[in-house]
């Protein structure tokens, strides 16, 4: 998750042992990070042993799950009854994190590359080790704004209008994200060509 469960109620003024809403806050912690990953186009969670397929004849590969911390394995796949052959000696640099540059073409337009890789932001609760990043604060805090922004409207979803008999008449927004939420969000969408 996006936040640890704890800075949420602690945004919403809600107490550390009242635990009427956390099963509901957890919950939507997990939706949006998965949101936060679609529009993205990347895995912001650390995964160890992630898989990334791309062209044989690509020298930039740019997988889903950055920052890299590192490539244990490069594979070729020229037919279904062959499989993924290892490949060895593969001569390539990591830039910026982000973007794996090989010296050579592992193979042909017509053959299947695969990458084995670890890599991804270590999500808050959890201390980073050596080399690996963790989740930047301003992601975190968008992810909390939202999650608040939503268990305070929640009554509210889905309608545009209200106006009760001899009350205050009600427009609502209609937010997907907030504002701030999104322009954070760009700042880190993943690009592929």
């Known amino acids: 998750m996006l936040s640890t469960l704890s800075s949420v109620k602690l945004r919403l003024a809600i107490g550390e042992f009242d635990v009427q809403y956390d099963t509901l806050l957890t919950n939507a912690l997990t939706a949006l990070s998965a949101r936060f990953d679609k529009d993205t186009n990347r895995t912001l969670t650390r995964t160890a042993n992630s898989l990334h397929e ?6 930039e590969i740019v997988p889903t799950c950055v920052p ?22 593969v001569e390539f640099v990591l830039r910026n994190g982000c ?17 084995t890789y670890t890599g991804g932001f270590v999500m808050p609760g959890t201390t980073p080790g050596a080399g690996q990043t963790a989740l930047p604060s301003d992601l975190e805090q968008a992810a909390i704004e939202q999650v608040v922004y939503w268990f305070q409207n929640r009554d509210k979803l889905g309608l545009l209008r209200h106006w009760p008999h001899q009350g205050i008449y009600q427009q609502f927004a209609n937010l997907d994200l907030l504002p701030s939420v999104a322009a954070t969000l760009k700042k880190y969408e993943r690009w592929a060509i």
């Open 54 to 59: 791309f062209r044989g004849d690509d020298t």
């Open 68 to 89: 890299i911390e590192a490539v244990s394995k490069f594979e070729l796949k020229a037919s279904e009854t062959e499989g993924w052959v290892q490949q060895n000696s």
């Open 99 to 115: 973007v794996i540059s090989l010296a050579d073409r592992l193979g042909s337009w017509r053959q299947q590359g695969r990458i």
